[in-house]
T-cell receptor, first 117, second 111 residues
Framework: GAVVSQHPSWVICKSGTSVKIECRSL??????MFWYRQFPKQSLMLMAT?????????EQGVEKDKFLINHASLTLSTLTVTSAHPEDSSFYIC?????????????FGPGTRLTVL | GQQLNQSPQSMFIQEGEDVSMNCTSS?????WLWYKQDPGEGPVLLIA?????ELTSNGRLTAQFGITRKDSFLNISASIPSDVGIYFC???????????FGAGTRLFVKA
């Protein structure tokens, strides 16, 4: 149980293009999902909290117009990196909180490696 | 803001040795979580702790929720090469507060 998938697992794009990353909770419903960014040899950096049916909450320093988040259903959140630039290259990981667990435990997806040329 | 201090930053051990790592905080948490991350993968939940003083095992892994609710440790017994990876602790509070992650402990196991 508590499986989270991400798609794609990796993507290479040209500078200036937009990239959409999907995060799905496969066997549970998740009103709340989270998007993290991780640089090599560093810890997870929370970018935003995605709430189903409402606007995402962004962490300080994260541009909401640059990183668009849509949480349209209880099992799907998407992160769109708009007008990507090489400095956006990173490992993006989502996590989801099981609505029925009654706990704050987060289950992570396998991550998406974005490379912007 | 809340911070977790995770130590050690890295460990180089011989296969078969026991390992111990810990996290401390100046703030109280209601939940302590331990994750393992393999290269190029997302973190995988190892153990979740919900009560102060709780001691929980998962195979060769044992973790404890400190009685003060400000710390937690993770022990790995009889380490094997596949234990290699980065171990993260995380603390959270109920009510929708953010989960705070430690900086990670990199474990290297020599066969």
């Amino acid at each position: 149980g508590a499986v989270v998938s991400q798609h794609p697992s990796w993507v290479i794009c040209k500078s200036g293009t937009s990239v959409k990353i999907e995060c799905r909770s496969l066997d549970f419903q998740a009103t709340t999902m989270f998007w993290y960014r991780q640089f090599p040899k560093q810890s997870l950096m929370l970018m935003a909290t995605s709430n189903e049916g409402s606007k995402a909450t962004y962490e300080q320093g994260v541009e909401k117009d640059k990183f668009l988040i849509n949480h349209a259903s209880l099992t799907l959140s998407t992160l769109t990196v708009t007008s990507a630039h090489p400095e956006d290259s990173s490992f993006y990981i989502c996590s989801a909180r099981d609505d029925t667990s009654g706990t704050d435990t987060q289950y992570f997806g396998p991550g998406t490696r974005l490379t912007v040329l | 803001g809340q911070q977790l201090n995770q130590s050690p930053q890295s460990m180089f051990i011989q296969e078969g040795e026991d390992v111990s790592m810990n996290c401390t905080s100046s703030s109280i948490f209601n939940t302590w979580l331990w994750y393992k991350q393999d290269p190029g993968e997302g973190p995988v939940l190892l153990i979740a702790l919900y009560k102060a003083g709780e001691l929980t095992s998962n195979g060769r892994l044992t973790a404890q929720f400190g009685i003060t609710r400000k710390d937690s440790f993770l022990n790995i017994s009889a380490s094997i090469p596949s234990d290699v990876g980065i171990y993260f602790c995380a603390g959270s509070n109920t009510g929708g507060f953010k989960t705070i992650f430690g900086a990670g402990t990199r474990l290297f196991v020599k066969a």
